[in-house]
T-cell receptor, first 117, second 112 residues
Framework: GAVVSQHPSWVICKSGTSVKIECRSLDFQATTMFWYRQFPKQSLMLMATSNEGSKATYEQGVEKDKFLINHASLTLSTLTVTSAHPEDSSFYIC?????????????FGEGSWLTVV | GNSVTQMEGPVTLSEEAFLTINCTYTATGYPSLFWYVQYPGEGLQLLLKATKADDKGSNKGFEATYRKETTSFHLEKGSVQVSDSAVYFCALSISQGGKLIFGQGTELSVKP
């Protein structure tokens, strides 16, 4: 079964409103999670690294004031798209890093489709 | 910079056909290489990986060999099944931190 869950899977919002996407690690604690977005027929692009208890690290070109990331607990990171516009419509997917003695394992969520109308 | 290029899809095959999905990369340093698969309605799952040159990753009949000389990590399977229909992503990672750089994905459709 899934070890990382995203919610919602699909969301439609009106232009100018904000929408929040959750990413949860279900059976492990994740101090680090990652947020990606994917445009149709294109690669998944890393947006930011979400660090529990501290500020997210954004990739170059990603607006931190538009894509708010909060990693308030060891099992939950949220991505809020503020003042959404149609060009923000995309597939957003998170991953969580599970740390272990044998190394790190990355688990992905199911992804969230955002449509801004 | 670091990047991954995959062959474009969709790829449509008949059951039991041979599959190759090409993947080449550009990277500084010594990346680890991955293939992820995304079945309809599900998240990405790690299919296989290789961490150094000449390593072969394999899983579920799929395999890929890390070729440093050609900077490639092509995915192959000798006999595909309808259940292999999915989107396949090639990816690289420079560090152990978990950041991945993905190719654009290749959709595979296997017909009975």
């Amino acid at each position: 079964g899934a070890v990382v869950s995203q919610h919602p899977s699909w969301v439609i919002c009106k232009s100018g409103t904000s929408v929040k996407i959750e990413c949860r690690s279900l059976d492990f604690q994740a101090t680090t999670m990652f947020w990606y977005r994917q445009f149709p027929k294109q690669s998944l692009m890393l947006m930011a690294t979400s660090n529990e208890g501290s500020k997210a690290t954004y990739e170059q070109g990603v607006e931190k004031d538009k894509f708010l990331i909060n990693h308030a607990s060891l099992t939950l990171s949220t991505l809020t798209v503020t003042s959404a516009h149609p060009e923000d419509s995309s597939f957003y997917i998170c991953s969580a890093r599970r740390e272990g003695a044998g190394g790190n394992t990355i688990y992905f969520g199911e992804g969230s489709w955002l449509t801004v109308v | 910079g670091n990047s991954v290029t995959q062959m474009e899809g969709p790829v449509t095959l008949s059951e039991e056909a041979f599959l190759t999905i090409n993947c080449t990369y550009t990277a500084t340093g010594y990346p680890s290489l991955f293939w992820y698969v995304q079945y309809p309605g599900e998240g990405l799952q790690l299919l296989l990986k290789a961490t150094k040159a000449d390593d072969k990753g394999s899983n579920k009949g799929f395999e890929a060999t890390y070729r440093k000389e050609t900077t490639s990590f092509h995915l192959e399977k000798g006999s595909v099944q309808v259940s292999d229909s999915a989107v396949y992503f090639c990816a690289l990672s420079i560090s152990q931190g978990g950041k991945l750089i993905f190719g654009q994905g290749t959709e595979l459709s296997v017909k009975p």
